[in-house]
């Protein structure tokens, strides 16, 4: 018996002694290896967010996930409303919500938001933390500070003009700086948390399990938790995950693999999926040295690859991508490259490039064995292995644990700890523009600011990138991240491969979730049938 089936044991007869007929219980297994950080600011990539962002702590904005039809938006969260100043847009105003409580009883004011700022921007502030920094100044680079205008009002400064913060500012989770003093240190807060989101923290094991229970005092009437508990457990492989569903030891899991589909509709499983902003790719290295930073060479792998077969591995549960969102969506644009399965071509190119039958192009990929959004990563750049070698690519693995590729997405094609890897397999949402292409193209996001790993440094990327970021008004901004993405695509700067619908399998007796078209979900309309 594994370890997490041998933990997952001991503690069901544990679990269910303490609170059986006491209290609902919703149990998940996830894909991460460990609980993602609870310090406020999660690591292991969005599951992290997912799981331990959301649930027990808030930001000043977030996503509605309300709707299984409609794309999601940027809602109020602890701000109610929020402007840019007109005279000078690198300010931004926010307006707080009055009466939000942290878990402790302690104001959600503009000193805590405040703080929260501080811990991540301000390096002679007393709770700065670096290991927070990396998981949050990446996901808004733009913003330098944060200065209270009176107990509900907070002025938000960037360091350029950027119709993005607000977007960005959803990854900012508002811990209570009540909690934080007792111990003054993030380490010792993050076995206790304290935020103000719907959920309260119970107990934590490392990479075993978190338990969190329903804040009955959240702010939003509408969202206060319709189950008791929730007990998150680490999963990566994906058959223990399914042994674990239909043996009644969860009651949820992330990321179901396709050859299961059949066996857990046969035993009353319920299989939920939902197209949304999610793409599975590599990105690829432009180090001048490496082979990738050919556009012939990273063309030619485009379109050496069989999408289809690839969705056909993984049960019909995703879609070819042409490129980081599909044909028809608002940012799409009009790109040259058509992005399709031709080895034909491929040979072509890579005979322009200098290669052929004696001479192969050799790359390195960077994987992962499992991880949030990186669906079935082992089988699937198997496939891709296969089918590359059939036009005269050879692929080798650097094979890592998600938690130390996602660390090493950070760091760089350049770094040594990168392995002389000419790509990264990281899957990335793309619901919104900083997240879908600004981090990627743009000269200024390379390690340490954000996750340019390929060092791409383009003066047109850059220059389209900042045409999109200061656009304030809808369609403009569209129209120019629509130009943005024309040239990921025609540059192939991503081996786009497919995009995810996220398949979940859920227990029977799980009811009222519904899955946005969002990578993030809500837990609080579940009920335990």
Not at 308 to 321: E, Q, R, S
């Amino acid at each position: 018996m594994s370890i997490t089936l041998r933990a997952l044991a001991a503690f069901g007869l544990a679990f269910a002694c303490a609170t059986a007929g006491a209290q609902s219980v919703l149990r998940i297994g996830m894909t991460a290896a460990d609980i993602p950080a609870t310090t406020s600011q999660p690591d292991s990539g969005f599951e992290g967010n997912r799981f331990t962002g959301i649930t027990l702590f808030d930001g000043l904005t977030q996503w509605d996930l309300s709707s299984a039809d409609k794309p999601s938006v940027i809602v109020p969260g602890l701000a109610t409303e929020w402007a840019a100043d007109a005279k000078d847009r690198t300010k931004w105003i926010f307006k707080l919500r009055k009466g939000a409580k942290f878990h402790d009883g302690s104001d959600v004011n503009a000193d805590a938001i405040v703080f929260n700022f501080e811990k991540v921007l301000k390096k002679d502030a007393p709770h700065y933390d670096a290991r927070l920094v990396a998981q949050t100044t990446p996901r808004m680079p733009t913003v330098t500070g944060a200065r209270k205008i009176d107990d509900y009002t907070v002025e938000v400064q960037t360091s350029e003009p950027d119709s993005f913060v607000p977007i960005n500012l959803s990854n900012l989770f508002i811990a209570s700086p009540t909690a934080w003093a007792k111990t003054k240190s993030w380490a010792e807060f993050a076995k206790a948390p304290v935020g103000s989101g719907p959920w309260k923290f119970v107990r934590l094991v490392p990479r075993e399990r978190l338990e969190m229970e329903k804040y009955a005092g959240y702010w939003d009437a509408k969202r206060v938790p319709k189950t008791d508990r929730v007990v998150l457990i680490p999963m990566p492989d994906s058959s223990t995950r399914v042994n674990a569903l239909l043996s009644g030891q969860v009651d949820w899991i992330e990321a179901a693999p396709g050859d299961s589909i059949a066996q857990l509709k046969s035993r009353g499983m319920q299989i939920t999926s939902n197209p949304y902003p999610h793409t599975w790719p590599w990105q690829f290295s432009f180090v001048p040295e490496h082979p990738t930073a050919d556009v012939r060479v990273r063309q030619a792998m485009n379109l050496a690859i069989d999408r289809d077969a690839i969705v056909a591995l993984l049960g019909g549960f995703a879609a070819p991508a042409k490129g980081a969102v599909p044909p028809g969506h608002p940012w799409w644009g009009n790109p040259k490259f058509d992005i399709k399965y031709d080895p034909a071509a491929a040979r072509k190119l890579l005979a322009e490039a200098g290669y052929g039958p004696g001479k192969p192009v050799k790359v390195k990929v960077q994987i992962s064995q499992s991880g949030s959004g990186q669906m079935l990563p082992l089988p699937m750049n198997e496939l891709i292995q296969q089918q590359m070698k059939a036009v005269g690519i050879e692929i080798e693995f650097d094979v890592l644990v998600w938690e130390a590729l996602f660390n090493n997405w950070r760091i760089g094609a350049k770094d040594p700890k990168s392995n002389g890897a000419h790509a990264i397999n990281v899957s990335f949402a793309t619901q919104d523009p900083f997240f879908a292409f600004a981090r990627f193209y743009d000269s200024r996001m390379v390690s340490p600011r954000s996750v340019n790993w390929g060092w791409i440094q383009d003066p047109e990327f850059d220059k389209l990138v900042a045409a999109s970021r200061s656009s304030f008004e809808a369609k403009e901004r569209d129209a120019a991240l629509g130009r943005l993405h024309a040239r990921a695509v025609e540059q192939a700067a991503f081996l786009f491969v497919v995009h995810d619908t996220g398949p979940r399998a859920l227990s029977p007796k799980v009811q009222g979730f519904v899955q946005a078209k969002n990578w993030f979900q809500d837990l609080t309309p579940i009920s335990m049938k």
